[in-house]
């Protein structure tokens, strides 16, 4: 996703911008010369002053490129659904960790990214399993890490030594 | 105290986490796509439940068998593995091509452990005289020394400065989120507990460098190609190779530790930088055939290994990293007790010397490593892609989820993800903006401490003698980088490079 300069100069202004006008709502301590406002201050300025060469470069090279540049994957949906599952497979993991138990989200997560990568549905349903298997084990049993069971709880005894 | 060191050298165990990352370095640094910073990044959760000295061994020897990885699939198919590799892909894919293929990847291999050497070398010397002089630092100095940190890491990333800006005070805005370092007022946090810590540095690293990454390749599948094949033999020809070559190698070593040394600029910064001096600095590397290939690959091979030894002497030092992979074993070594800095020459230098001596151990193993690497890249590349992406996406959850233990972080990385995907594909580059939210807590508080010891008095800056030369070289340095910008560009006649 490219942007030309002369819309992302602003945006970084304004985000410099905003920046400013939050950090002016700090609770100013008594007796401080400088409060918890002056970083922020400085660095939304910086953000914005920035943003206004990058404006300006913008406005020099005005005719050069078009305003929006879509990706190339974004017309082809078999990509863009690639693209997409990342982010959507994270935040699905958020929700889903708790409630399902790692196990499960993994397996079902891996399964979906692998069927997205055209692999064949019975194979990467057992590839899937194995490896969330694998990583449970790594994780839960030598590394510590205290990944949710979910509705396996019960079990988990089997799993964890 | 060397007898504790060596002991510690030749612990089995150290020995075996060292053999486990440098496999594990040399795969992920294979594939194309996944960098070094990446490898680095996915250990931390095996790291953490280490002991500190094999934590921070398995990361050293990881990114040192992941940026010599990196040549292999640049060689063979011109896709650099990582992008320390991209400056001389063309020239040791055109060796490839010509029948030479062993003898342009010797030349990297032995080239990278020497450079690796060279920097380790430097790093044991230079590092204990530089730490007793830091030990009468104060607040001022470490305040100038990570602005001029900075500076650097904006100005050396390459593009426009007004871009690097952009991603430095993006990373700075980033570092001001959370509880204020001296007043203890939360900033920006929305109320949310999960903020008032601020950003985690390992979720949003991974977040803008592994998951962006995840997302280009996604985006754009690499196609998959014929392998040329490797035969012949691979040490005696680079063993010569190194002599012929040996100014070159030395200069690319020392080109990559002192690039590696200053904050911001990592391996692909050193490994350009000594690639353009060879092509127009030597007389073997203007040559159009394979000894000027040969001297560029191997100026620019040691480069980029010796960046990575090079960038931990401001780690150890200062407890400044020279670049994100140094960041993560700062953070790293924090959370295990071990705080880099100066005191920690005094207090316990054996620890410092062990991982000094890792480094040497780490470049000697990458010759027989390398070389087996380079007979199996076939094997790692028929790995399924399909199955490997999906594993790290897994581990950049579990990544991030285990240094924090919050699904908050895990959420982090798919924001941070689409942010730097975002960043990257408008030119913005984003070393910049993890060094800002690094130093930035740092430079904060400094500033405010030096604040409240003078009363408000500005003049403070200037007062101390180092602390004035570092304000001065950091005024400088941004006076020259600005009248650089107004200045009327003359048009440097100057061939493309690669």
């Known amino acids: 996703m490219r942007v030309h300069d002369i819309i992302l100069g602003p945006a970084v202004v304004l985000a410099g911008a905003g920046l400013c006008v939050w950090a002016t709502a700090l609770p100013q ?26 404006l300006f470069a913008g406005i020099k090279k005005r005719r050069m490129g078009p305003l929006f540049e879509r990706p190339d994957w974004s017309k082809r949906w078999r990509l863009a659904i690639n693209f997409w599952l990342i982010p959507v497979a994270i935040i699905a993991y958020v929700l889903l960790v708790e409630p399902l138990g790692f196990l499960i989200t993994a397996t079902l997560l891996l399964f979906a990214l692998m069927i997205a990568n055209r692999v064949h549905p019975r194979r990467a349903a057992v590839v899937a399993l194995i490896i969330a298997l694998a990583i449970n084990l790594l994780f839960a049993s030598i590394l510590h890490v205290p990944l949710p069971w979910g509705p396996l709880t019960a079990v988990s005894g089997w799993l964890i030594w | 105290m060397f007898y504790s060191v060596l002991s510690q050298l030749t612990d089995g165990y150290l020995l075996l986490v060292i053999l486990l990352s440098a496999a594990y370095g040399l795969i992920i640094g294979a594939i194309p796509g996944l960098t070094a910073l990446m490898a680095s990044a996915l250990l931390v ?86 730490a007793k002089i830091a030990l009468i ?28 800006l952009v991603s430095l005070f993006l990373g ?83 080109i990559g530790t002192l690039v590696g040394a200053l904050p911001g600029a990592g391996s692909d910064i050193a490994a350009w930088i000594s690639y353009a001096v060879a092509r127009r600095g030597s007389r073997k590397g203007r040559r159009e055939d394979d000894i000027g290939a040969s001297e ?22 200062f407890g400044i990293p020279g670049d994100a992979i140094t960041a993560i074993v700062i953070s790293v070594m924090f959370i295990k ?34 070389i087996l690497c380079i007979r199996g890249f076939g094997y790692i590349l028929r790995l399924p892609r399909a199955y490997v992406s999906a594993v790290v996406l897994m581990f950049c959850i579990l990544g991030a989820f285990s240094v924090e233990n ?24 984003l070393a910049p903006a993890i060094l800002g939210l690094i130093l930035g807590p740092m430079i904060e508080e400094t500033f405010m401490t030096t ?48």
């Not at chain 2, 560029?296 to 030092?317: E, F, W």
């Not at chain 2, 008095?457 to 107004?486: K, M, N, P």
């Open chain 2, 45 to 130: 959760p095996f790291v953490i439940f280490m002991q500190p000295i094999p934590a921070v061994a398995a990361i050293i020897t990881a990114s040192a068998m992941a940026i010599f990885a990196g040549d292999i699939p640049g060689a063979l198919l011109r896709m650099p593995g990582t992008p320390a590799s991209a400056a001389y892909t063309n020239d040791a894919n055109g060796m490839v091509l010509r029948g030479k293929g062993a003898v342009a990847l010797g030349a990297g291999l032995i080239a990278s452990s020497l450079g690796g050497l060279i920097s380790a070398l430097v790093l044991s010397l230079a590092a204990p005289s530089l």
């Open chain 2, 172 to 254: 700075l805005s980033l570092a001001t989120v959370g509880m204020d370092p001296v007043s203890g007022i939360p900033r920006f946090s929305l109320g949310s507990p999960d903020l008032l810590g601020g950003f985690g540095l390992i979720p949003v690293l991974i977040g803008l460098f592994a998951v962006s990454e995840l997302l280009r390749n996604a985006a754009n599948p690499p196609r998959a190609e014929a392998l040329p094949s490797i035969s012949g033999p691979i040490l005696v020809p680079s063993l010569i190779n190194l002599w012929r070559h040996r100014l070159g190698t030395l200069r690319g070593g020392s």
């Open chain 2, 406 to 429: 919050t699904l908050f972080s895990v959420g982090l990385i798919a924001l941070f993800g689409l942010l730097g995907y975002v960043m990257e594909s408008n030119e913005i580059p």
């Open chain 2, 137 to 164: 630092f104060s607040s001022v100095e470490y305040f100038w020394l990570g602005v001029l940190g900075l500076s650097c890491a904006t100005f050396v990333s390459g593009g426009s400065l007004a871009k690097g």
């Open chain 2, 296 to 317: 560029r690959i191997m100026s620019a091979s040691a480069a980029n290994n010796a960046s990575l030894g090079g960038a931990y002497i401001p780690a150890t030092v």
């Open chain 1, 29 to 54: 301590p008594q007796g401080f010369a400088y409060g918890p406002n002056l970083f922020p201050t400085l660095t939304g300025s910086g953000l914005a002053l920035a943003g206004l060469s990058i």
């Open chain 2, 451 to 498: 604040m409240l010891k003078s009363r408000g008095d500005l003049s403070i800056f200037f007062d101390r003698e180092i602390g004035a030369v570092l304000g001065i070289v950091t005024v400088a340095v941004w006076a020259g980088v600005v009248l650089l910008q107004i200045w009327p560009k003359k048009k440097l006649k100057s061939k493309p490079i690669g």
């Open chain 2, 337 to 370: 007790g071990i705080n880099p800095g100066p005191t920690l020459f005094l207090n316990q230098p054996e620890v410092i010397y062990t991982i000094f001596g890792i480094f040497f151990i780490a470049n000697l193993a990458l010759i027989p490593l390398g």
